[in-house]
Structure formats: structure tokens, C-alpha cells
């Protein structure tokens, strides 16, 4: 299997990427680019390590959802 993504599937993540809320952004970016623990995000937010990682999981979920092509409801968009 090959890692190799392609300029589409860039661009789509860009874009699901772009939706997300900005603490979803944040601690994606936090954790999966620098390799930040949840507590270690969490500190530094001064937010409980709980909540970092539901919202990763959030993100994650969102993400995928849209990769594959579904809308996000109203909800999800904004939590």
C-alpha cells in the first residue's frame, strides 16, 4: 500500500481541514504535526486532557467524513 496522496485528496483534506472549528484545528495540528500528548495539549490550553481528546476525536471524525464525500450537518460544523 502506498502513502503516495494525491493533489485532489490534498486538496479535500484542505478544505474538510478549513471546516473544522479552530480548537479541533489546534489540537490536530498539536498532536499528529508536533507530537503533543493530550495532557501536554491540555496544559498548554489550560483545558482538561479529557476534553482534548474528545476533540480530536471529533476531528477525526469529521475529517473522515468528509473525505468521503459526506456534508457536515449543522451541528458538526459548529462543535
Known amino acids: 500500500m502506498s502513502n503516495h496522496i ?4 490534498q486538496l479535500r483534506f484542505k478544505a474538510a481541514f478549513g471546516k473544522l ?4 484545528r489546534e489540537v490536530f495540528i ?3 504535526l508536533h507530537g503533543l ?3 501536554e495539549i491540555g496544559c498548554l490550553m489550560g483545558l482538561s486532557e479529557a476534553y482534548i481528546e474528545r476533540q480530536m476525536a471529533k476531528a477525526i ?3 473522515i ?3 468521503n464525500g ?4 449543522l451541528r458538526e460544523r459548529w462543535f
Do not use: C, F, G, V
Not at 494525491?6 to 485528496?9: L, N, Q, T
Not at 472549528?21 to 479541533?24: A, E, F, R, V, Y
Not at 459526506?70 to 450537518?73: E, I, M, Q, R, T
Open 61 to 63: 471524525h469529521k475529517l
Open 37 to 39: 500528548t493530550y495532557a
Open 30 to 32: 498539536l498532536h499528529r
Open 70 to 73: 459526506d456534508k457536515l450537518s
Open 6 to 9: 494525491d493533489a485532489e485528496e
Open 65 to 67: 467524513k468528509q473525505m
Open 21 to 24: 472549528p479552530w480548537i479541533q
